[in-house]
């Protein structure tokens, strides 16, 4: 059964490093375990540095390391050597350092002797603390000057910082060490074949905490209150086999990847979101989040509800030029950290996108789908609302049909769609798109969020509403063929630049359009042809940027790489319009690359061909854990099964054309509705057991939202 043995393997940011991530925590160290102030690492919680400094000594030296493997995402096992004192190389001691993230970290350290004789060891562990704001960390510059005092009593160590009117402070406690301002010393003789350990808490001080208080109490509750979100998240997940044992493996990484990066809205403390990535993006994105629960619908459909209502409370309300809110606007991203003078917008909240806004949409109309309590669908309906008269009023704000994005000052984002690097939008011989920039593929979601409403109205009887989104959807998408549709080329422009010129390059955003269904059917083969291509499929996957477009280089963020969420979408798109050959060979590259990077996709890898490299190469920077490439092999399944499901039509779709070499596929505890079924896959033969009361199984694809007669029909067959 797929749960949360995955392999034990170590995620990384940088080289060697470490990255343990529980919700808006983590921790970042070296292969050994420890943490220093100069590389960027460090434990961190809610945006803010609470540990700089953390290393291990053993008789003056420090450990040697040997290996080092995660058995869940929030937990480390590090493995090391102590360092003879005579400097010869074989060392009877070896350390086992293990590490539990939560609110803060929680560490078992073991020294065993395998010596014949008493081994005497002089242990120090040196702590610190400087409350840098992530983004400091991450970019290397320093900007607050915080006013720290260190305090030792009995076996532990408090470090507080004041900066300004903010307060921020930390508790270690190593229980028989003595304490000092720089840390905790330790004096031990261990026995032959015997060992010696020591546990070790690290908590932030809660800004409304008694100092008098018994310290850590809560913290240490925290800290390991981990197992029990474990065992709600697993509870709550299909459980599957898979006749091919990568691929479960694969499947079981991602799973556990998702359960890790959910974070907790600080004002809902019961609702879940899914954060963007470890580690530098553990805040909620509105594009990220909004996609993420989309791909991993079938798995957890409440993690898309409270990411939509989450981003409902925080829809925009004023213009604010500074963090671009827009009355309507969903948000680009949060952050909770003191430093937001360092964020975007120089606030908590930054509102600098053009696709989470139709996006937010266009998931309510997923979700609604799914047998989410119609109250809940409800009480959305006006925020859905309120965001398309944004996509009218502020999004299209020339009044040409389509949404284009400009910064509003000059400290935001210069691209405000997915790939949101500065360079990231460019013409076929690499000169830069100038603002303001209609994406191609925003134009498809704002499409799917008009259908998406269409939908939803004609399910709640308002006719009228649904006919008028419907007809907006069809005037959207004629004019979309018109006017970004290259047939000279044989794809889809990438943009339309400020002059309304088609921005020409070849690039991956119009596997986006195949997916919402804006790609009119005489053009779809082209595009699935050109997707495809060697100048676009690399062998591993399909490439932000064709290897014949001037901005090329396969080792650039957007202009060559290869993201994986990016290609499930492809392979969703794929699927829509019938290619469904080519959607498996895309689908079983991506898995394939999956087995040279520990199980786990990363956020992104290079976009060298697979002849030239004989394994994807890993983008230096890639974020790991990350939703969107967590949910990417969920989302390769779900397309490959054309599982899907309209519980308002007593409809569930199951059609398999998974490829052989994945062989058979189970899954239990699915869920539609209040309901759980489970679902046995043989090629093309499919069982079902468990069905809801009035929920029919369909063969072949489910009709789109588009086709209403077709869904009224349904209505009336079942």
């Not at 995402?73 to 060392?91: C, E, F, K, L, N």
């Amino acid at each position: 059964m797929v749960g949360w043995n995955a392999d034990n393997v170590a995620g990384s940011t940088g080289q060697g490093a470490v990255t343990l991530v529980e919700g808006s925590s983590f921790c970042i160290s070296l292969q050994n375990g420890d943490i220093f102030p100069h590389h960027p690492h460090g434990v961190f919680h809610q945006d803010t540095r609470i540990l700089s400094r953390w290393c291990l000594t053993i008789n003056a030296q420090p450990v040697e390391p040997l290996g080092a493997w995660t058995p869940s995402p929030y937990q480390g096992t590090y493995i090391g050597r102590a360092v003879r004192a005579d400097g010869r190389s074989d060392s009877p001691l070896t350390v086992e350092r293990k590490r539990e993230v939560g609110a803060g970290i929680l560490e078992d350290i073991t020294i065993h002797n395998y010596a014949l004789i008493p081994a005497t060891c002089e242990v120090t562990l040196s702590v610190d603390a400087d409350f840098a704001d992530l983004f400091e960390v991450k970019d290397g510059r320093f900007h607050r000057q915080w006013k720290r005092t260190r305090r030792f009593e009995g076996s532990s160590v408090r470090v507080e910082a004041v900066w300004q009117d903010v307060k921020k402070g930390v508790v270690i406690r190593a229980e028989g060490g003595e304490a000092s301002t720089d840390g905790f010393l330790f004096h031990s003789v261990i026995p032959p074949h015997g060992e010696w350990s020591v546990r070790a808490v690290v908590a932030p001080m809660l800004a409304d905490a008694d100092p008098a208080s018994p310290l850590l109490a809560a913290n240490m509750d925290a800290v390991s209150s981990q197992g029990r979100r474990l065992q709600s998240w697993v509870a709550s997940i299909p459980p599957v086999r898979i006749g091919n044992p990568s691929l479960e493996r694969i499947v079981a990484r991602s799973y556990a990847d998702i359960g890790a990066l959910r974070i907790v809205d600080p004002d809902n403390p019961d609702r879940m979101v899914v954060a963007a990535g470890a580690p530098w993006f553990m805040a909620l994105f509105g594009r990220d989040s909004l996609l993420a629960s989309f791909m991993v619908m079938p798995v957890n459909p409440p993690l898309a509800l409270g990411t939509l209502q989450t981003l409902a409370d925080r829809q925009g309300s004023k213009v604010d030029l500074l963090t671009e809110e827009q009355p309507g606007r969903i948000l680009h991203e949060v952050r909770f950290g003191v430093g937001t003078a360092l964020a975007l917008g120089g606030k908590s909240a930054y509102y600098g996108t053009a696709d989470a806004t139709p996006l937010f949409v266009a998931l309510l109309g997923e979700v609604s789908r799914w047998g989410v309590a119609p109250a809940d669908i409800a009480a959305l309906l006006p925020h859905a609302d309120r965001a398309l008269e944004w996509v009218r009023d502020y999004g299209d704000s020339d009044g040409d049909g389509f949404v284009e994005y400009e910064r509003l000052n000059d400290h935001g984002l210069i691209n405000q769609g997915w790939k949101d690097s500065w360079d990231g939008i460019n013409f076929a011989d690499g000169r830069i798109a100038e603002a303001p920039i209609a994406l191609c593929e925003v134009q498809g979601y704002v499409y799917s969020a008009y259908i998406a409403r269409a939908w939803m109205a004609h399910d709640a009887g308002d006719r009228a509403l649904a006919a008028e989104f419907r007809e907006r959807a069809e005037r959207l998408k004629k004019q979309f063929n018109e006017q970004f549709w290259l047939p000279d080329r044989g794809y889809y422009a990438i943009a339309l630049d400020k002059d309304k010129r088609p921005v020409d390059a070849c690039a991956s955003n119009m596997g986006h359009c195949l997916w919402s269904g804006i790609v009119d059917e005489d053009k779809a083969l082209q595009v699935a042809d050109r997707l495809m291509s060697p100048e676009m499929f690399s062998g591993w996957g399909v490439r932000t940027l064709a290897t014949d477009m001037g901005a090329y280089n396969p080792v650039s963020y957007h202009n060559g790489s290869v993201w994986p969420h990016d290609n499930a979408l492809i392979v969703a798109g794929l699927m829509r319009y019938g290619f469904v050959k080519v959607a498996q060979q895309l689908a079983t590259a991506l898995m394939e690359a999956a087995q040279y990077t520990d199980h786990r996709l990363p956020e992104l890898f290079c976009g060298f061909s697979r002849s030239d490299c004989p394994e994807p190469l890993p983008y230096p920077t890639a974020c790991s854990p990350q939703a969107w490439a967590a949910t990417t092999p969920v989302m390769l399944i779900r397309s490959l099964l054309r599982h899907d499901a309209h519980f308002s039509l007593g409809g569930l779709w199951i059609d398999p054309v998974l490829p052989e070499t994945w062989g058979d596929f189970h899954a239990e505890n699915v869920a539609m509705g209040e309901a759980r079924f489970s679902f046995d896959v043989w090629g093309s033969r499919v069982e079902v057991k468990g069905l809801p009361e009035g929920i029919v199984l369909h063969r072949g694809t489910r009709p789109s939202l588009a086709d209403i007669a077709e869904l009224d029909r349904l209505r009336r067959t079942n």
